[in-house]
Structure formats: structure tokens, C-alpha cells
């Protein structure tokens, strides 16, 4: 059974290993802990206590940035990363967020479709939002309660 709890510094390491191999652009390790030491949030889905997907969103209240989330490749599509979405929502509204925005490149047509399933709106594009190895469009979705 899935369990989803607050991402913990002893949680980094292995929530970086899923970043590294699920985005074509990760963020570096530094970045990561980074996140974690300036107060984003985060939410890791464990399963006998292993991390299999992690969310981090910044809430500016009275919106919110989901900045990043991952399942590991293997675990895809077994509802990790629906939970994390709806802890994420849960959060935000006991906070005051009215808004949620996020970024997902272009071509992520996966991303996309799992992020309208949940009500996000596509806003805009953002030209060469991703750059380094696979330099790419992103495109802007929001969603509002």
C-alpha cells in the first residue's frame, strides 16, 4: 500500500536518484537540496519504505508553483503520482491557495494529459524555458480552486 508523507532530508538522495533517471534535464543535486533548505514543499509515495515518486511545490500564497515530480519509470501508471497531485491539492487549499501554476515541456504530451485530467488549464508557451542537453519549449498550465 501507498503511503505519502512529507519529502525529509533523509528522503533526498533517494528522490534524486528517481529525478536523475525520469527528466532529461534534472535538476543537480545541489538544486535539489537546495529546494528542500529554503522551505519548498515536498511529499514523497513510499511503499515499504522505499520512495518510488516525490513532488516538491512552492506555495506564495495565494497561489502556488508545482516545481517538480517524479515516479520512478517502473512504477508509472499505478496512481502514485494521482496521489501526490491530490495530497499536493489538499495542502494548498488547507493553506489558502487559490492557484496552482506549473511548467511541462512541449513535448511531454504524457504530462499533459495526466496534469488536465486533474483540471489543469494550458495558459501559454514559454519559449526556450528548458535549456541544456534537449533545449525545449515549455508550456504554462494552471489551474484555480
Known amino acids: 500500500m501507498y503511503k505519502i508523507s512529507l519529502l525529509d532530508i533523509s528522503d533526498l538522495e533517494e528522490a534524486y536518484r528517481i529525478e536523475v533517471s525520469t527528466n532529461p534535464s534534472p535538476w543537480s ?9 529554503v522551505g519548498h514543499h515536498g511529499l514523497v509515495c513510499k511503499e515499504e519504505g522505499r520512495i518510488l515518486g516525490f513532488l516538491i511545490f512552492s506555495p506564495i500564497r495565494p497561489e502556488a508553483h508545482l516545481l517538480n515530480i517524479a515516479v520512478k519509470e517502473s512504477e508509472q501508471s499505478k496512481g502514485m503520482g494521482s496521489l501526490l497531485v491530490k495530497s499536493m491539492f489538499s495542502q494548498c487549499k488547507a493553506m489558502g491557495v487559490k492557484k ?46
Open 29 to 37: 543535486f545541489d538544486n535539489f537540496k537546495s529546494s528542500f533548505e
Open 100 to 145: 496552482i501554476f506549473l511548467e511541462v515541456r512541449i513535448s511531454n504530451e504524457k504530462a499533459i494529459k495526466f496534469y488536465q485530467k486533474y483540471g489543469f488549464q494550458k495558459d501559454a508557451i514559454r519559449e526556450k524555458y528548458y535549456s541544456g542537453d534537449n533545449p525545449e519549449d515549455a508550456l504554462l498550465m494552471s489551474i484555480e480552486f
